[in-house]
């Protein structure tokens, strides 16, 4: 039976995954989009998402894109945008140039046949003021999820299960070979976590997880307090799994019309969202004493979060 919803699964995420629209500008200099951008961008509008991850982003975006006039998609460039979160967290503004470029063309091609452009990464985490400063986006959505249901998803993803010889504390300019083939697992996940790199390194996977989830949701907090609020607009993952009237609600706050019914709205969990990678999972019993501590913690940023609903 997990068989049959796995290919299942993967037949409907394809078929999401082929949705995405092109980007047509990819061609253009980087000055011609700057200045296009520039010019269309008090016209048109542009909404970010971010979140610490697994955190409905990808359902969102299927919401939001039966809606009218509005283009969405998430992780349109991943291995830019976790290079990006990566340089964040080292607090190294480094190829700066490039992902700007391609959210702008991103947005562009989005604007061509839709008013509204919606571009959502969980890499955006830790650059929430860069791109809300060189972006000027109309909304900035931040998806948050509780602690244990995050916590599971991403251990069935497998995170961390490589063991690499890396010293996290150095600012890699070149990928380990061990993530050649997804440079985003390292970009995206061995980012720096400051005074607990040491302890990070020494864990176990359930642990590290614990500590990329607290130190994310932490930064984005830190980030959203030094942007205007009225730009901010809070996606609570719990309360809208599957709530048609909290989605539609959610979506007018950022003067989107859902252009679907109840009974559509919810057969669209089943293209983004898996059972099979939120099952419940066993705790090593050593480790679950430092993941409460660190759950806390988790929980202490997430709640201020939800305080600017």
């Given at each position: 039976?997990?068989?049959?919803?796995?290919?299942?699964?993967?037949?409907?995420?394809?078929?999401?995954?082929?949705?995405?629209?092109?980007?047509?500008?990819?061609?253009?200099?980087?000055?011609?989009?700057?200045?296009?951008?520039?010019?269309?961008?008090?016209?048109?509008?542009?909404?970010?998402?971010?979140?610490?991850?697994?955190?409905?982003?990808?359902?969102?975006?299927?919401?939001i894109n039966h809606s009218k006039n509005v283009s969405a998609f998430g992780e349109r460039n991943r291995t830019e945008e976790a290079i990006f979160r990566y340089s964040c967290s080292h607090n190294k503004n480094i190829n700066l140039n490039k992902i700007l470029y391609l959210i702008r063309t991103e947005a562009l091609s989005d604007w061509k046949n839709s008013n509204t452009s919606y571009i959502s990464s969980p890499y955006f985490s830790h650059g929430i003021k860069i791109l809300e400063e060189k972006l000027k986006p109309d909304k900035f959505v931040i998806i948050v999820r509780d602690f244990y249901g995050l916590f599971y998803s991403l251990t069935n993803k497998s995170w961390y299960k490589e063991n690499p010889n890396l010293d996290i504390n150095k600012y890699y300019t070149k990928v380990p070979d061990l993530f050649l083939d997804k440079p985003n697992h390292f970009y995206g996940r061995y980012i720096n976590f400051g005074s607990d790199n040491r302890i990070f390194l020494g864990s176990s996977s359930q642990i590290k997880i614990a500590i990329f989830m607290h130190h994310t949701i932490k930064k984005i907090y830190e980030e959203i307090t030094k942007i205007d609020k009225k730009k901010l607009a809070i996606f609570h993952l719990n309360e809208a799994d599957q709530n048609y009237e909290y989605c539609n609600s959610f979506l007018q706050k950022l003067d989107i019309q859902l252009n679907i019914e109840k009974k559509d709205f919810l057969k669209l969990k089943k293209r983004t969202a898996s059972s099979i990678e939120n099952k419940k999972i066993n705790i090593e019993s050593k480790d679950l004493i430092e993941i409460e501590k660190i759950k806390n913690s988790y929980e202490y940023y997430l709640n201020k979060i939800k305080s600017f609903s």
């Open positions: 039976m997990n068989l049959f919803k796995e290919l299942l699964f993967k037949f409907y995420s394809y078929k999401f995954r082929k949705s995405q629209k092109k980007n047509i500008y990819l061609d253009f200099s980087e000055k011609k989009i700057k200045d296009l951008y520039k010019t269309i961008v008090s016209q048109k509008k542009i909404i970010l998402a971010t979140q610490v991850g697994r955190g409905g982003g990808k359902w969102l975006v299927d919401i």
